[in-house]
């Protein structure tokens, strides 16, 4: 009975002994495993088994992408004017028994050697390229912290430039000379626009006397070939009668009597004096007697 209760006992301690050595490891995370206190080997992915009192876990390492705010850092320009940048830092594990033995504290390494590069490329630059190279100094941060973290399997994905504080003279001077630069600007676009602006009222000035002129010139083509269309009517009525008086054979009276009408419009009422042809004469004293039959 008591041999049977020892058993139940032995192996209940061994499925509690095999049990709590079990270990899955879960996604985006690596276990480092060392045996008897030597790197044995590293988990990924998956269901594992540790030798009981022999194999332990070193280390559980994110193999997630991780983000580092560094507080600000003071650095002198070229120019020697201080000022405070921080900066952020993207970084991921590749390796984590690297990562696991190849620095004993990688994070404030990396804040050290971030800081110290920091300094070293702002020194080579004056206030105004500082403020307009954040670009640069972003990859160049990057390129040396990522051969630098290498061999403690760190991967640096990119750096940013957070802040740039320079002292507070410094910003009052340069927002001085943003607004004067932004008044300055306002003051081209104004005068640009007045200067389009008379332009354009030239133009049109300029496109409406042409029009004017060219409306006068169609009008004074319009009545001069009106008048010239009259002169042709009378011409052609003038013409008109003589073919018909002369198709009508008139005697020298009915000649005569359409010259004393053509003297008679000649006049107009106001010629004081008229020299009357000698043959015109007779035929006017032939019209008097003709009146003066019809009379009686």
């Given at each position: 009975m008591v041999g049977g209760i020892i058993l139940l006992l032995l192996i209940a301690g061994g499925i509690a002994i095999v049990a709590t050595n079990i270990r899955i490891v879960p996604q985006a995370q690596a276990y480092v495993i060392?045996?008897?206190?030597?790197?044995?080997?590293?988990?990924?992915?998956?269901?594992h088994m540790k030798i009981p009192f022999v194999d332990r876990v070193a280390r559980k390492v994110s193999l997630k992408e991780r983000v580092i705010d560094f507080p600000p850092q003071p650095v002198i320009t070229k120019d020697n004017v201080t000022m405070e940048i921080d900066t952020v830092v993207f970084f991921q594990i590749t390796d984590p028994?690297?990562?696991?033995?190849?620095?004993?504290?990688?994070?404030?390494?990396?804040?050290n050697l971030t800081a110290t590069t920091l300094r070293n490329?702002?020194?080579?630059?004056?206030?105004?390229?500082?403020?307009?190279?954040?670009?640069?100094?972003?990859?160049?941060?990057?390129?040396?912290?990522d051969e630098a973290t290498d061999p403690w399997g760190i991967k640096i994905n990119r750096v940013e430039v957070k802040n740039i504080t320079p002292p507070r003279d410094i910003q009052v001077?340069?927002?001085?000379?943003?607004?004067?630069?932004?008044?300055?600007?306002?003051?081209?676009?104004?005068?640009?626009?007045?200067?389009?602006?008379?332009?354009?009222?030239?133009?049109?000035n300029?496109?409406?006397?042409?029009?004017?002129?060219e409306a006068n010139k169609q009008s004074a083509i319009k009545n001069a070939e009106g008048q010239a269309e009259a002169i042709r009517m009378v011409q052609k009525a003038t013409a008109d009668g003589i073919k018909m008086l002369v198709e009508s054979n008139p005697?020298?009276?009915?000649?005569?009597?359409?010259?004393?009408?053509?003297?008679?419009?000649?006049?107009?009422?106001?010629?004081?004096?008229?020299?009357?042809?000698?043959?015109?004469?007779?035929?006017?004293?032939?019209?008097?007697?003709i009146k003066e039959l019809v009379k009686e």
């Open positions: 060392e045996r008897l206190g030597a790197y044995k080997g590293t988990w990924s992915v998956g269901l028994k690297l990562f696991t033995y190849g620095s004993e504290s990688p994070m404030q390494a990396i804040e490329i702002i020194g080579e630059l004056e206030l105004d390229e500082s403020l307009t190279s954040r670009e640069h100094i972003n990859t160049k941060i990057r390129i040396v912290l001077a340069m927002e001085k000379q943003m607004r004067a630069e932004r008044e300055r600007r306002e003051s081209i676009l104004k005068a640009e626009g007045e200067k389009k602006s008379a332009i354009l009222i030239a133009e049109g300029k496109e409406a006397m042409i029009l004017q002129a005697n020298k009276e009915v000649i005569a009597l359409k010259s004393l009408s053509s003297l008679e419009k000649a006049a107009n009422g106001k010629a004081t004096k008229i020299i009357i042809p000698s043959d015109i004469a007779s035929v006017a004293g032939l019209a008097t007697s």
